[in-house]
């Protein structure tokens, strides 16, 4: 081994954690409960010996951010629909008016497209990140010129031994703010390097949109070992190994405050706020090496955190291209059939052209919600996943045999409806009787009566990538069915967010922006277009 690649490499323990002091839950346990800990902070604060001198550091640290107080937490961006709970109870069991164009849909789906296994669960990204699952190892570790393995949760007493192993930085009054090592002053166990392996390590390359070729070929190799405290910030390194194209910071149990990260590419931002879970489990945060990345601070507690390179080892004559693996680009090739599936393929294409042709006189175009979701700039047909690419590929062609358009557009719903305590939620659901709070589990207002239902046709992408669209479009889908999946699919996605007004006894729901093909007649192309630039009214007829 040469002496960079010992430098970066992981020193891995055997698989014997018996010196290492942990409870039933797997977790090390702490000499006073949470509560203590969260009254002792104020004057762990105030004081001396940590945090950072303010009034009220966390409250400083939020206001100068400008952070998370009104946006949700990002964490993978799963494809939809995600499977949750319905909130408007009955939309699940509703008839699909456009369900004879869905089955023809879902049979192609089903009989052509096999997806590739690095693909299944999530769409591409260029960052990404959370806690760990449930199922994750213990962690232990050892670091030279510390006695015996570091558990965790951290503890107070372990964290000043790690801090007094090496100089460490200090800020103008003298209080510890950092502290960094090579990887190779690190053990960490085999059961947990095993995990970061075959869990994390796949479940990065699959929201990167990775191609298995270049997957099959990826690993993870450790390069520093970070401790943050008293106001320190995360920092990038100067420069990588040969053949990393991502990052991956592994973020160790431990509280604290601060210390979120954001990622940034073209106008997209994704932030990330391990304190919210990193006490309870390990949390990581991965992204490829182009994104722009801003640390935040840490105002009180430790912040321990094993970074890695996401590395690419080529066989002979194979390279890559940090651009070209942002989205997935690689994987959008062609599906490949054989003649057999060629043919069914086929007939699919002719059912749906049928289906067009009955429907001429359509008055509003419909959408197909595809299976991942994709950035403003990679809303085009050569940069769709493979399973995505296809099923337009094929659906384009049965519009154009019908004398339809099929664009690519960007949908929001937002849902107005009523809450009201006497409305009857079946006690099953909700774990309550009648006149009480029609709330799920998680906070989210559940209803049966809607006072509308909006979808907005945010743009309309041409197959040069073109919006034609001069403004948005909505659509009432009590009175216009607009999804070709019907009212079940997004029974099974979570809002986004929601706004209660009491005094209405209403709750407004927003979802998340989604990818859609659209599909019109095309002598209504100019009515859709004069409909957009007269910034057109909900009920406005084209």
């Given at each position: 081994m040469s002496e960079t690649e010992a430098v970066n490499a992981v020193v891995i323990l055997s698989d014997d954690e018996e010196e290492v002091v942990i409870n039933e839950n797997g977790k090390r346990w702490h000499s006073g409960e949470r509560a203590i800990k969260e009254e002792g902070r104020k004057d762990a604060n105030d004081g001396d010996d940590g945090g950072i001198d303010s009034e009220d550091p966390d409250e400083e640290y939020m206001?100068?951010?400008?952070?998370?107080?009104?946006?949700?937490?990002?964490?993978?961006?799963?494809?939809?629909?995600?499977?949750?709970?319905?909130?408007?109870?009955?939309?699940?069991?509703?008839?699909?008016?456009?369900?004879?164009?869905?089955?023809?849909?879902?049979?192609?789906?089903?009989?052509?497209?096999?997806?590739?296994p690095y693909m299944e669960s999530f769409d591409s990204s260029f960052?990404?990140?959370?806690?760990?699952?449930?199922?994750?190892?213990?962690?232990?570790?050892?670091?030279?010129?510390?006695?015996?393995?570091?558990?965790?949760?951290?503890?107070?007493?372990?964290a000043q031994r790690i801090l007094s192993v090496a100089p460490n930085e200090k800020d103008a009054k003298d209080k510890t703010t950092s502290l960094e090592l090579e990887a190779s002053k690190i053990l960490l166990n085999l059961t947990f390097q095993k995990y970061l392996d075959d869990t994390?390590?796949?479940?990065?390359?699959?929201?990167?949109?990775?191609?298995?070729?270049?997957?099959?070929?990826?690993?993870?190799?450790?390069?520093?070992?970070?401790?943050?405290t008293n106001g320190g910030m995360l920092t990038l390194p100067e420069s990588v190994p040969s053949g990393a194209y991502g990052t991956v910071f592994l973020v160790l149990p431990s509280e604290f405050n601060g210390g979120s990260i954001s990622a940034t590419w073209a106008d997209d931002e994704i932030k990330f706020r391990p304190e919210s879970s990193a006490f309870e489990c390990a949390y990581y945060i991965a992204w490829f090496n182009d994104v722009e990345i801003k640390f935040h601070p840490i105002t009180y507690g430790y912040q321990l955190v094993i970074a890695f390179s996401l590395i690419y080892d080529p066989v002979e004559g194979d390279s890559i291209i940090l651009e070209s693996l942002k989205y997935g680009q690689l994987t959008t090739g062609d599906i490949v059939l054989s003649n057999a599936d060629q043919e069914k393929a086929n007939s699919f294409v002719e059912r749906a052209a049928t289906y067009f042709e009955g429907h001429k006189d359509a008055e509003y175009p419909i959408f197909y919600m595809l299976e991942h979701r994709y950035m403003s700039d990679c809303l085009e047909m050569e940069h769709l996943r493979k399973g995505d690419k296809f099923l337009a590929q094929a659906f384009l062609a049965?519009?154009?045999?019908?004398?339809?358009?099929?664009?690519?557009?960007?949908?929001?719903?937002?849902?107005?409806?009523?809450?009201?305590?006497?409305?009857?939620?079946?006690?099953?659901?909700?774990?309550?009787?009648?006149?009480?709070?029609?709330?799920?589990?998680?906070?989210?207002?559940?209803?049966?009566?809607?006072?509308?239902?909006?979808?907005t046709l945010l743009c309309l992408m041409d197959i040069d990538g073109n919006n034609v669209l001069g403004e948005p479009i909505e659509f009432d889908q009590k009175k216009r069915p607009v999804i070709i999946q019907g009212p079940s699919w997004y029974s099974r996605c979570k809002p986004e967010t929601q706004d209660y007004q009491k005094d209405e006894s209403s709750v407004?729901?927003?979802?998340?922006?989604?990818?859609?093909?659209?599909?019109?007649?095309?002598?209504?192309?100019?009515?859709?277009?004069?409909?957009?630039?007269?910034?057109?009214?909900?009920?406005?007829?084209?």
């Open positions: 206001s100068d951010e400008d952070y998370f107080e009104d946006e949700p937490v990002i964490y993978q961006a799963q494809m939809l629909p995600d499977d949750h709970e319905p909130v408007i109870l009955d939309e699940r069991t509703k008839d699909n008016p456009l369900k004879e164009l869905d089955d023809i849909f879902t049979a192609f789906k089903s009989d052509c497209i096999r997806p590739d960052a990404c990140g959370g806690p760990l699952r449930r199922d994750a190892p213990n962690i232990a570790l050892n670091i030279d010129g510390v006695q015996g393995p570091i558990a965790f949760p951290l503890d107070e007493k372990d994390v390590l796949p479940d990065v390359l699959s929201t990167f949109g990775v191609p298995s070729r270049v997957a099959k070929n990826s690993r993870l190799q450790a390069y520093r070992f970070y401790v943050r049965a519009a154009e045999k019908a004398g339809y358009h099929m664009y690519l557009g960007f949908i929001e719903r937002n849902v107005k409806a009523s809450v009201d305590d006497e409305s009857e939620i079946p006690s099953d659901i909700i774990g309550k009787g009648k006149n009480e709070c029609s709330m799920d589990e998680e906070g989210i207002y559940l209803t049966t009566t809607t006072i509308y239902d909006r979808y407004t729901y927003m979802y998340p922006v989604v990818s859609a093909l659209v599909f019109f007649p095309k002598e209504k192309l100019n009515d859709i277009i004069q409909m957009s630039l007269s910034s057109s009214e909900l009920e406005k007829e084209m």
